[in-house]
């Protein structure tokens, strides 16, 4: 029973049941589908407003992706007051595409890693903050860093970056942090767990509603990013 949005809308649902590791999220578990997940949009109400503005952060990721009729609903929302307002419909939207998404690759082999968008540089600047963000606070953050950097090397739609900016600090999330410059970020990039065989499968949007995996070699992933070596 997730009693917090980002629970509602990304967690309860997901099947990962893990726990960090030093500074490495979700490293050590196992995928656990639970029997039934009970939502109750009620509990939002006991929120103070940055934990329910955090979980806002999961459900642009999410509506980004989608696109349609749920990124119309997100180009509606303007405030905190406006999230508890939809909250029932932003939560099952949301709800829909994760599950759709995890039946069909559980173990994260293919499909599932869209929903890693704005987490590699989202788990970096968490791990950095060291406490001080909110998670997705630090997603917010991951998907306008990571969206400007593909925006400026010609990968996706121009303008894009500044679309998914505007939802984001309409309701008060954060889109920048000086700690992605930190010497410390590129070892920690480096050392994401979605880093495989050599290359680290980074999530775009090319534009609303088309996300999009991009393999880069772990040799280029400085150059790419632009992330100090130190």
């Known amino acids: 029973m997730p009693t917090s949005l980002l629970a509602q809308v990304d967690s309860s649902v997901g099947g990962k049941t893990a726990v960090d590791l030093d500074s490495i999220k979700n490293i050590i578990g196992a995928f656990y589908e639970p029997d039934l997940v009970l939502i109750d949009s009620n509990t939002l109400n006991t929120l103070q407003q940055r934990d329910l503005v955090e979980g806002y952060g999961e459900i642009v990721k999410t509506a980004a992706m989608v696109g349609g009729a749920f990124w119309s609903l997100i180009e509606t929302i303007n405030s905190p007051a406006d999230i508890m307002t939809h909250a029932e419909e932003l939560s099952a939207r949301s709800i829909q595409f994760k599950a759709d998404v995890v039946m069909g690759d559980e173990k994260e082999s293919g499909q599932r890693q869209l929903l890693n968008f704005g987490h590699t540089l989202g788990h970096t600047v968490e791990a950095l903050a060291d406490g001080g963000l909110r998670h997705g606070e630090a997603v917010s953050i991951g998907m ?17 970056t500044d679309k ?30 979605k880093n495989r065989h050599g290359h680290l499968n980074l999530v775009m949007i090319k534009t609303i509603g088309a996300p999009q995996i991009v393999s880069i070699p772990s040799a280029e992933i400085g150059s790419f990013l632009k992330l100090t070596a130190g």
């Open 144 to 160: 306008v860093a990571i969206m400007q950097l593909f925006e400026n090397n010609g990968d996706a739609q121009a303008g894009i």
């Open 164 to 193: 998914l900016r505007d939802r984001l600090q309409a309701v008060g999330l954060p889109t920048t942090s000086p700690l992605l410059h930190l010497p410390a970020a590129l070892d920690k990039v480096k050392n994401d767990k």
